[in-house]
């Protein structure tokens, strides 16, 4: 089969393009990204694409400028809008803290997915090869990878798409020269000081000499069989992510009931998806550390920076340090809880008879959900008063509730609508009109709260 034929293949099997797309595609000037830009100029009648190409000059190399020059020129060549772009990697690297690699990669993917939004992309494509994605497979490896990272570069991530993917090195070379498509060589691919080059010029040639040059696609082959059944996972962790993890406002609320009746490897990937949520590094060690929190008593927590992950009763509760001023505790309805907060604290639990006429007395029956939230203020919350709906900054205001204290008065609440505030600093109650027992209430949510020594 024909390279151009295995790349309509691709196209088609992984639905990479509809005809009238705009694509941008990622060229360096190295044969990989030349072979992909002549391959889409063959195939631009045919799916009626509008072309762009992005060249990101990285600034490492003496000879980087004059590479950018030739990328400018060959589309000129092919007719093809060009946009370039000068990036100082290695004052990216020194930065972020990331190494060469990383910097240049974070870069280039950067500033392709800004000039994407820019003018509108339907489509990155990028010239990634079978020999990629099984250099890929090895560092991942080699850096104790899950099996997310054994799975290698995929044919398609969100609007990126790899025409060449299952294709080798060598048959884009093969094509390069039969079709005499010109390119630049980047010296730095045979520099040892970069590990994928130590994986490409030395350890993949010492497999193909003890196991034969069809290693190569072996090894393919095996890796997507890893990606299909990892992909079947996601999928997996996804529908019990909707089960198990609750949002409310900057809060992942991890069930750690529902988790605990899943694989230890679902209750890992759903950790890993919330840990993405807040876009945080994440390690072995840390989700470990994690999940050694189902088994410790409510209120313990882990720090990592700015997000702190913190048991809360039944619950796993992630968020930010800069929200840490910010309170939440879910409640339960039909268990007892007992919540410290500041210098007070509260007892909550459902009981069928008023027993103490110094405790708070809620209508269970008008709360149609499980669970509602023990919390500070935020945005657009709201009580029903006996005047009817009034936003909660109205009602501070009115009650001429100072400022400071605002942000610490505690709240029973379903999304954001208020059941109860508790003016701690007043030792007023009040409830919604909704929530107020009424003559044939039979369940009462009861709410005790007591001031203790010390601060909290």
Not at 81 to 89: A, G, L, P, Q, S
Not at 294 to 301: A, M, N, R, T, V
Not at 316 to 343: D, T
Request: proline share 2%; net charge positive.
């Amino acid at each position: 089969m024909e390279l151009l034929e295995k790349v309509k293949n691709n196209i088609e099997k992984y639905g990479m393009l509809k005809k009238g797309f705009k694509v941008l595609i990622g060229c360096s000037g190295g044969v990989d990204s030349m072979v992909l830009l002549d391959c889409m100029y063959r195939l631009k009648d045919e799916y009626n694409l509008d072309i762009t190409v992005a060249h990101l000059n990285h600034m490492l190399r003496p000879e980087a400028d004059e590479d950018e020059k030739f990328v400018i020129e060959m589309c000129k060549r092919y007719n093809i809008k060009c946009i370039t772009r000068k990036v100082d990697v290695a004052k990216l690297k020194k930065e972020k803290g990331l190494s060469e690699e990383e910097a240049g990669r974070s870069a280039r993917y950067s500033f392709f997915y800004e000039i994407a939004k820019e003018i509108s992309i339907d489509r990155i494509l990028l010239g990634h090869n079978k020999n990629d994605v099984v250099e890929t497979f090895f560092l991942n490896l080699f850096r104790g990878s899950s099996l997310k990272g054994l799975a290698s570069t995929p044919p398609v991530r969100d609007i990126i798409a790899r025409p060449l993917i299952n294709i080798s090195r060598e048959e884009i070379e093969e094509f390069a020269r039969v079709n005499n498509i010109p390119f630049v060589v980047d010296k730095t691919n045979y520099s040892l000081k970069y590990k994928r080059n130590i994986v490409r010029n030395e350890i993949l040639p010492l497999i193909k000499e003890r196991f034969g040059e069809s290693v190569v696609s072996t090894i393919f082959r095996t890796i997507e069989v890893i990606r299909e059944e990892n992909d079947q996972i996601e999928e997996l962790t996804h529908n019990f992510f909707q089960e198990c993890v609750q949002k409310e406002d900057f809060y992942y609320i991890l069930d750690i009931e529902k988790a605990k009746k899943l694989p230890v490897f679902l209750q890992r990937r759903i950790i890993k998806v919330i840990l993405e949520c807040f876009n945080s590094s994440i390690s072995h060690d840390m989700i470990k550390e994690i999940e050694e929190l189902f088994s410790l008593s409510s209120g313990k927590k882990k720090v990592y920076k700015d997000l702190i992950i913190e048991k809360q009763n039944d619950s796993l509760v992630f968020y930010r340090k800069a929200e840490e001023s910010s309170f939440c505790f879910e409640i339960c309805l039909g268990k007892e809880h007992q919540i410290f907060y500041k210098n007070f604290k509260f007892n909550i639990k459902t009981t069928h008879q008023i027993e103490n006429q110094k405790s708070v007395y809620i209508d269970v029956q008008q709360i149609a959900e499980n669970k509602i939230f023990l919390r500070t203020r935020r945005d657009g919350d709201f009580i029903y008063l006996k005047a009817g709906k009034k936003k909660l900054k109205e009602w501070f205001i009115d009650k001429k509730v100072p400022r400071r204290w605002r942000d610490s008065v505690l709240l029973l609440a379903k999304d954001s609508e208020v059941i109860a505030i508790f003016d701690i600093y007043s030792n007023i109650v009040t409830i919604n009109q909704k929530y107020k027992i009424k003559p044939d209430t039979k369940t009462f949510l009861e709410i005790q709260f007591t001031k203790v020594e010390g601060d909290g």
